[in-house]
């Protein structure tokens, strides 16, 4: 297949460099920094720039760019794209997408799957990019009703060559659940490291802390237009996560001990459960 990636930063040129290792698919990549295309094509990431003159030769349109501006390309740029191309993106909000490109690429008899691959780095940008970043991660697949099944399969088919394990849900679910999962955490990690005593904490720490601050080193701009996009799921786990701690900060108040060790209890129960599964 022509395979096009449009933003070839950490997991769009990921994702380059691992078709170009597993498969026999030729792509063609995209990328508003020409320096970008210029190492692509030199590391064999890419075969080429795509042109505009070779957008109707496209299968499979992977879009890598933040979810406005994955919304705005696709919108202007499928009247390009041929009869029955496959539109795909790795944003990290779906419904978002979903409802914004679904209906129009239909119109044009072309179809749009969504996809989000959960793996990524807390550093940015093509030269951080790799392949076997991919490998062994699970790459969310979302289908409505309306999802061309032969579509879905098609890059269902083509995610998984890549090493990945592919989980599929509706856009709703996705975000439901990535609100938690991924979003939850990057808020944490951003609060957590906003302590005052986080200026004496050398030679002080360990796994503890170099996990729960890792990804604080994150994209603003990325992480705040996820945020606003899955705004209510969001929420919904931020204020969870405020009750649990206000249990605590009680317990601790009131000097209760027993109460401390059921809160404790409880969250190590609830850990243990899931490693069992």
Known sequence: MNIAIAGLGLIGGSIAKAIKQKTSHLVYGIDADQKTISSAIRDGAVDAALEEKDFSSV?????????????SFILENMDKLKKGCIVTDVCGVKKFVEDSVGAPLRKRGLHYVGGHPMAGKERSGYFHSNPKMLEGAS????????????????????IASLGCRVVEATSEKHDRIIAYTSQLAHVVSSSYIKSPTVEYEKGFTGGSFQDMTR???????????????????????????IQNLKDFE????????????????????????????
């Not at 990804?215 to 996560?241: C, G, H, K, Q, Y």
């Not at 809160?263 to 490693?275: A, T």
């Open 215 to 241: 990804v604080a080193l994150l994209s603003p701009p990325m992480w705040a237009e996820l945020f606003t996009l899955n705004r209510e799921n969001l929420l919904f786990e931020i204020r969870n996560i």
């Open 250 to 277: 009680a317990a601790l108040s009131e000097g209760d001990g027993e109460k401390l060790i059921s809160l404790l209890r409880e969250g190590s129960e609830i850990k243990k459960r899931h490693l069992e599964k």
């Open 139 to 158: 790459y969310i697949l979302t289908k409505n009703k309306l999802t061309d099944e032969e579509a879905f399969e098609a890059v269902k088919q083509l």
């Open 59 to 71: 299968d499979i349109l992977f879009v890598c760019l933040y979810p406005r501006a994955a919304v």
